[in-house]
């Protein structure tokens, strides 16, 4: 399976791949019709750009400049949920479809066995963003990229629900400046514990995008989605978090016991599962703490008007 899903690499194919987070789309990261059929499979516009997945630190330097600040962020949290946007080698081999053309690149270490094994197996690097329709909910089981891109992928490798359930965190470092870019499965605190303060970056319309996953509209389900929400909705579902009293019976809780990382696991799988219904969902609050910051993150997204995406 993992050697016929490397051959598939090697052709300039595409293989859907479990990671910790979510689940990818890989593609080779050097060849540039390979990147192509990424963007083309997903209908992503091509200003967008991927994050590359490597398996070791040094493979990474090969295409990036590495200051003291990014090192000491991949010695603490490669293999993990973290990404970091560094500036591009000028002799990297990197597509320069992947970077959409911009002078840094986003690179990531992932930590689940599969995504690791398929990285040893092909013996390069692949860029891969989630395996969803651009602007759709994350897939978090092998089921939902089946759903999204179905016959646009040539292999979906099984690996089971994600255990993590949210994207990576983003940051950049740039001029040793440490940057959020995107909240994600490495909360702010950690991020802070090892490498001090980290700038939030502040997005607004106008700039030039510099993590389009930050696009208002983003993971966004077919019905419509409401924030800060109390139980008991005649005309929806309610997704809850910590204990609810008078649950539907469609009704979801992202964790009963109030637990963010089992809510962030849970997240992408419940809005799926409450999409398909076809009514309006109704969100608890859930606190922005922790990875509390990445679920509303996601969540806001998914109840912004989808207008942009
Ligand atoms: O957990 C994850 O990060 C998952 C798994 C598959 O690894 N991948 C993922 O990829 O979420 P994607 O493509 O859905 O999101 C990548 C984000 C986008 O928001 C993109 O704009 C940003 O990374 N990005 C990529 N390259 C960048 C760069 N050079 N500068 C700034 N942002 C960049
Ligand atoms: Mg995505």
Known sequence: MLEAAADILRRGGLVAVPTETVYGLAADATNDLAV????????????????????T????????????????????????????VLPRKPESQLSHLVSAGLDTIALRAPAHPVARLLLKKFGSIFAAPSANPSGAISPTTAEHVVSGLGDKVDMILDGG???????????????????????????????????????????????????????TSH???????????????????????GEVEGAGAHDLNLSPAGDLTEAAANLFSYLHQLDALGHDIYVAPVPVKGLGVAI????ARAAADKTDD
């Open 36 to 55: 192509a059929q990424i963007f083309k499979a997903k209908g992503r516009p091509s200003f967008n750009p991927l994050i590359v997945h490597v398996l």
């Open 57 to 84: 630190k040094e493979d990474a330097a090969s295409h990036a400049i590495f200051s003291q600040k990014a090192l000491q962020l991949a010695q603490a949290f490669w293999p993990g949920p973290l990404t970091l």
């Open 161 to 215: 629900p994600c255990e993590i359930g949210v994207e990576s965190t983003i940051v950049s470092v740039l001029d040793d400046k440490v940057t959020l870019l995107r909240p994600g499965g490495i909360s702010l605190e950690k991020l802070e514990n090892v490498i001090g303060e980290v700038a939030i970056h502040a997005h607004s319309s106008d700039e030039a995008i510099q993590a389009p996953g930050m696009m």
């Open 296 to 299: 509303n993150d996601r969540l």
């Open 219 to 241: 993971y966004a389900p077919k019905t419509r989605v409401r924030l800060m929400a109390k139980p008991k909705n005649q005309d929806g579902v309610f997704l809850g978090f």
